[in-house]
């Protein structure tokens, strides 16, 4: 069973629907009983860094979490910010701490002195693929994918770094470490390419 977490932000049903599309047996949930039997947790989002731990935090999930996911290595598939609040900490609208189970912090966009583009990030983009991994099995040379955000997930650990993306700069688009994959896009909104990455997700062994 694959739990998408429902912490009160962002598309959950879509992304439940995507899931089932490729096959998955889904339950959406806040219960910490449910992130305890499940096989495989998701967890998507759309809105500020600081909202989301705090409504993690106010369901009590945050100590689930990272016992099912970073004690007991279930797969987990962060989407936008659930791939942002990985970080440490998060600079979106104040100084926020994150999960923490990448060293590093969510920044907004910064052009430095280049001309400025459009924040939010919306619409597609190509991504370059920059760590192989079996997530990205069957992808073929076409690598668009859909983004929806302001800020991005900037880390330490290099060899953390799936797939990056041009945007004015050069952001972090995916990350991989160990039982942990997580992705800046969409993958539910990113057609046949974004339910591949599900395909491959539901039968990733780490």
């Not at 599309?21 to 600081?50: H, M, Q, T």
Request: proline share 4%; net charge neutral; glycine share 10%.
């Amino acid at each position: 069973m694959v739990v998408v977490v429902d912490y009160g932000m962002g598309n959950i049903r879509s992304v439940s629907k995507a899931f089932e599309a490729c096959g998955a047996e889904v339950k959406v949930s806040s219960d910490p009983k449910d992130l305890e039997a499940a096989e495989r947790i998701v967890l998507p989002g759309v809105g500020a860094f600081g909202d989301c731990m705090d409504n993690l935090q106010n369901v009590r999930l945050l100590e689930v979490l990272r016992e099912e996911v970073v004690t007991k290595k279930k797969p987990y598939f962060g989407i936008c910010l659930g791939m942002q609040i990985l970080a440490k900490t998060g600079e979106e609208k104040g100084h926020h701490h994150g999960l923490g189970w990448l060293p590093g912090r969510t920044i907004g966009f910064s052009f430095n002195g280049s001309a400025p583009l459009k924040v939010p990030h919306i619409g597609w983009n190509n991504i370059e693929i920059v760590r192989d991994s079996p997530l990205w099995k069957g992808l073929g040379s076409k690598l668009d994918f859909y983004f929806v955000h302001s800020f991005h997930l900037v880390t330490e650990e290099a060899s953390a770094v799936a797939a990056t993306c041009e945007y004015g700069i050069c952001f972090n688009a995916a990350v991989q470490k160990d039982n942990i994959f997580a992705t800046q896009f969409h993958p539910e909104k990113s057609q046949e390419c974004g339910l591949k990455i599900i395909r491959n997700f539901m039968v990733w062994k780490p």
